[in-house]
């Protein structure tokens, strides 16, 4: 892939549905986080949750024409809308909105309704039509000019917006959603860009369009691939095809190892539609291994039950797993207990919905008989949460925005303890494995052991970790997890899954909220491309594990040794502690992911490596090409002195390394600190 330097251009270049975009100088992150116009002025993508695309602002301008009050003194449009994937969304959005401008004190406009409009594409009418055709409903929020920064809020922190390809589909259909001429509209308003309709929103990808249709098996594959851990075996792109670059060298094996042999006489045309859930198997000492119990269908059409041994996922750990337990039986199904979401913040949301959805049980019993009126989750009757280490901004902003919690950042288990100990009782524990940007671990085996004895529960966000790397959900009740990342590689789609843990006693509740709350709102060609891009996940995850430990040891250490380097933030060298508790969880053959994070000792050091770093540079992680950007800058720029307390030093620079030859990723950050030395001359 070639590198995109052009300022405001998508990465990769030349994608229209890109979920990062190029900001490659220092200044420039400066400047976009300050809305410098020349900076403003010059994107033309960005991630999704921050910047609205531009189909979708197409969208927006068309429906506010169509749809939106005037103001009768200036007969200007008073209002603005964001479009929301369900009518369940919006009125969530609508809640929010009301309960913000609330705690605000923000009584303009505080009579101006909040309206939801709901519009639905036609269905397909056979078969071959169904390729290119799907019935979808679109629920968009208008609010007044003056409470778009809430609305625009609800949109950042859930991630329960359209995606960008959904927005170009419905600008296809927009005749029939609005009952207007194309035409007409285009004679009466300039809101459009005449070339805006005229969009190519079917992308190619290995030689042929995307069939719609296929959007329901592509989302069966998505969820047995994330159950099982394991990649389709038949007719997977090679690495090298995908990035025009020589076969990264690591152990196929290892890869092989993992997907179960089909029986001569089972049907193999897809091995994994014939899996139904795979088995973890804690054991006494600690060692975990894995069973799959599967229903397959012969070529002529009888079932029979298979029991294949597959190997463990999971180290022997020398302190133990799981505390007066001889064994612990867990299972995944993928039909049950594996959910799609348009965004992985989507994900952590709905986690959140639940567990406040259970405490709402709690309250009612207390709460006056008024209560059954307000909105779930908001007010001091409800049980804290507690956002266990310093995490993804949006995360913590979802814990005290739709409720309230305990921020612990510098995971201390005798800080927790001593709420737990205090008399109160706490919802849940979220947490990433490991953190972003830190690359920290807490112990999540000594945490479970709270979670028993105290009764709250744990949502483990593995985004960084990641399915091949680490695994944790015999230690939590929920895991949740950006699909946006590795799991997809291409960024060029937006994803998340919600994977429940069949032995938690939350589980039996959170069926029941599924089975009344869910909607599946993953448009089915973002499913569609996230399930070809994710084939090949697990060796794409090998070779860049193998990758960034190299370069970390042969590069950035050295310049941590020599003092160039203030700090290298990675599960292996963060801390001792985050080491051997990232080791608890590390699966037998996963490393330490292909994220980390360095810091310098003052500004000008990290401005002359960031500028004169010859890759990618902008927002996001987890993609097949190396991706920098200066972290603490771009997600914390108006809370730097705040988060300083916390570690976060504003000259770090994070890196997620992608497929790249080791060799070449070498010369591309020495030069880099060449820059530096020379600099400093």
Known sequence: MDIQTQLGQSIPP??????SVCLPKWQDNIDYEEGKKR?????????????????IQQLCNLLLHKYSKVNNLSHDISENCLPFSSYNVAKRCREFIKIRKLVNHSAENIDYPIRILQLKSEKPINAE????????????????????????????????????RLAEYMLKNIEHLLGTQIADLKKSTDFINNNAIDVKYIEERYGRSLDMSQGEEAAMKIKKRIAFKIVDVDNIPSISSRNNSPSPQFNNQNITNEIAQT???????????????????????GSVSTVSTTERTTTNGNHIEVNETIPSTT??????????QQQQHLSVDPNTDVYLFPTGMSAIFTAHRLLLELDSIRVRRTANSNFSKSPIGYGGQYMKTVMFGFPYTDTLSILRKFNHCHFIPNMDLQELLKILQSGEQILAVFIEAPSNPLLQMCDIVELYKLSKLFGFYIVVDDTVGGFTNVDVLPY????????TKIFSGDSNVMAGSLVLNRQSKLYQF????FEKSYEYLLWCEDCIMLERNSRDFVSRSLHINETTEWIIDNVFKKYENNGLVKKVFYPKYSTPQTKANYDKVKTSNGGYGELFSVVFHNEADATVFFDCLDLCKGPS???NFTLACPYAIIAHYNELDVIKQYGIDRWLIRVSVGLEDKKYLQAKFEEAFKKVLEAKQ
């Open 14 to 19: 030349q994608t229209n549905h890109a979920v």
């Open 39 to 55: 900076v403003i002025d010059a994107l033309t993508t960005g991630y999704p949750r921050f910047f609205i695309h531009k189909s």
């Open 129 to 164: 039509e169904a390729k290119y055709k799907q019935q979808c409903t679109i629920a968009c929020v208008f609010v007044h000019k003056d409470d778009y920064v809430y609305l625009k809020e609800y949109w950042q922190h859930t991630g329960e917006g359209i995606s960008s």
């Open 263 to 285: 029986p001569n006489n089972v049907d193999n045309g897809d091995p994994q539609e014939s899996i139904e859930f795979i088995e973890h198997f804690v054991e006494e000492n």
């Open 315 to 324: 180290p022997v750990s020398t302190n133990g797993f799981l505390p007066q």
């Open 476 to 483: 939590c009740d929920i895991v949740v997890s950006s699909l």
């Open 510 to 513: 959170a069926l029941k909220f």
């Open 621 to 623: 992680l987890g993609t």
